[in-house]
């Protein structure tokens, strides 16, 4: 009876000293101060007079020191174990608990454990969904034997902390690759008269979490929309590190204005200097200036979807390029792609298409069908929402997936723009017009309402705001014969003696009339031009 209760009691005690343990592994600590809490508990419900935590370096195949409590050289020093070596990497190998009764230099590895006079160690793995995620072991400066029960708390002890760190670890990786991949992905789609444009990035609902799919918009300085869409191999912090280097990359060689495929070879050459070893396939081309064509460049990527009049169809792409990072050079080809008005052009990545129980073919026949029903969505954001409806419906898809959508517009029949009262916005001015004015059947009279109109709106610019800026406001018609273009502002007239009467001067030689109208409310100003029969 009497044993009976010892007995009782040692299962209380024990119980009582695991619960100490996930009491720490339940709290809101970060990595860091999750270890120091738990070592400072194992050491005390074991008795022991060191503690460490070495956790697993994927990258290396090596145990590194993270925490150690009594033995604080091995984290100071940054001590690292391979895999398979000495006493850590024997029970991170094995995946088994291990007991060293007399520690020597057959038996451990760690030379700060036999210099600080550790005699006698217990150690077990720390595994998470069969995963090893590092080792925890404890020792004593006395010659000890470590019981059954010693191990088994210590295995409950592994059990919680590694579960805890695990989800603590994932969450600031997930935050990490969260914050990084919103730094690279476009704050805002460009303003393009005559386009518009949607995205959307949706990440894998797997524990792997955020990967290396990203896409990019922007206009270059000839003018030209270029587009983006890419998808590095694997996940996490070091794939969206990898997009981002290649994302830049492009970036700085899409503005020296190479073409396409000359972009892509460069980028090819890039990926042993950056020390980038993964696949990447990407897909990078240009929309021209008058929204006529799309030309592109593919490493390994998928193909576009053309869309117009409700038919879909991929674009053509005679020979299949590779991915980069292939390992040797390559000369990449370009493909055009030819655009009418209303006509729409979809870039993915390869999560919105593959499941495991059918193949690349069904896929891309489920895609192309999806698209074609959203042809008649009112704006891209639609046509998009209704694509991912008809590919993915709900659920969070197994694998990231990002896509580009762009519509071109009908034929304009008139010009309605709204610009921020900046410089940089006059190229928008200039493109409207130009396209406009080639529906509108008014090539002779172009030039000289471009540029009247482009005056016009620099004067708005530079004369009706502070420092806290505003809008300026174009509408354009063609009504009888006329040309009548309107800009507004709603700024109150500043004199800058530097371009006194230049401006209204160039109008007037441009335009066969113009009338401005200032009040308090801002000025307008209306300028007719005869388009000749």
């Keep these: 009876m009497q044993s009976s209760n010892v007995t009782d009691q040692e299962a209380a005690e024990r119980l009582r000293r695991v619960l100490r343990v996930t009491d720490v592994a339940l709290a809101h600590l970060s990595p860091e101060a999750l270890l120091d809490e738990l070592l400072i508990r194992v050491r005390e419900i074991l008795d022991a007079d060191t503690a ?11 145990l590194v020191a993270r925490a150690a409590k009594g033995l604080e050289e091995e984290v100071e020093q940054g001590v690292r174990i391979p895999v398979g070596k000495g006493f850590a990497g024997r029970i991170a190998a094995d995946r088994t608990p291990v007991i060293i009764r007399r520690v020597d230099h057959r038996n451990v590895l760690n030379p700060i454990l036999r210099e600080k006079g550790v005699r006698s160690l217990l150690g077990v793995p720390l595994l998470v969904h069969g995963r090893v995620l590092g080792v925890i072991h404890v020792g004593t400066l006395t010659e000890r034997v470590f019981t059954e029960n010693d191990v088994e708390l210590l295995q409950l002890v592994a059990e919680r902390a590694a579960l805890a760190l695990h989800v603590r670890m994932y969450e600031r990786e997930r935050m990490m690759t969260e914050t990084l991949q ?15 444009l949607a995205s959307r990035y949706l990440p894998a609902s797997t524990s792997a979490g955020i990967g290396g799919d990203w896409y990019d918009v922007f206009v270059v300085p000839s003018g030209e929309v270029a587009l983006v869409i890419g998808d590095v191999a694997g996940h996490g912090l070091h794939a969206a590190s990898v997009m981002g280097k290649i994302r830049n990359a492009l970036r700085a060689y899409a503005v020296e204005a190479a073409a396409p495929s000359e972009v892509m070879t460069r980028l090819d050459r890039l990926m042993k200097p950056l020390g980038i070893e993964e696949l990447v396939t990407l897909l990078y081309g240009v929309v021209d200036v008058g929204l006529s064509s799309f030309r592109f460049a593919s490493a390994g990527h998928l193909p576009p979807v053309v869309v117009t009049r409700d038919r879909a169809r991929f674009a053509e792409v005679e020979d299949v390029d590779p991915p980069l990072g292939i390992g040797r050079s390559h000369a990449f080809t370009e493909h055009v792609v030819p655009l009418e008005p209303g006509s729409s052009l979809l870039l993915y990545t390869d999560g919105l298409i593959e499941r495991r129980e059918e193949s690349l073919t069904d896929g891309l026949d489920r895609l192309r069908k999806a698209v074609a029903s959203a042809w008649h969505a009112p704006d891209p954001e639609a046509a998009i929402a209704t694509v991912l409806s008809a590919l993915v419906g709900d659920e969070r898809p197994s694998d990231d997936i990002a896509l580009v959508l762009l519509q071109l517009e009908q034929e304009p029949t008139s010009v309605d723009l709204r610009i921020r009262a900046v410089p940089g ?19 002779p009279i172009r030039d000289d309402v471009i540029t009247a109109a482009g005056e016009a709106c620099a004067n708005a610019i530079e004369h009706a705001y502070g420092p806290d800026g ?14 009548e273009l309107t800009v507004r502002d709603a700024g109150r007239w500043r004199e800058r003696v530097t371009r006194r009467g230049f401006g209204l001067s160039l109008m007037q030689a441009m335009m066969d009339s113009v009338e401005i109208d200032r009040s308090s409310a801002g000025t307008s100003v209306v300028m007719r031009k005869a388009v000749a029969s």
């Design 52 to 62: 460490a935590v070495l956790l697993l370096d994927e990258a290396t195949d090596e």
């Design 470 to 483: 505003g809008w300026v406001h174009l509408t354009g018609i063609r009504d009888d014969g006329t040309v």
């Design 425 to 443: 916005e006059l190229v928008t001015v200039r493109r409207a017009l130009r396209r406009w004015l080639a529906f509108a059947g008014t090539s």
């Design 182 to 196: 919103s730094v690279f992905l476009p704050e805002a789609l460009p303003n393009v008269p005559g386009l518009r």
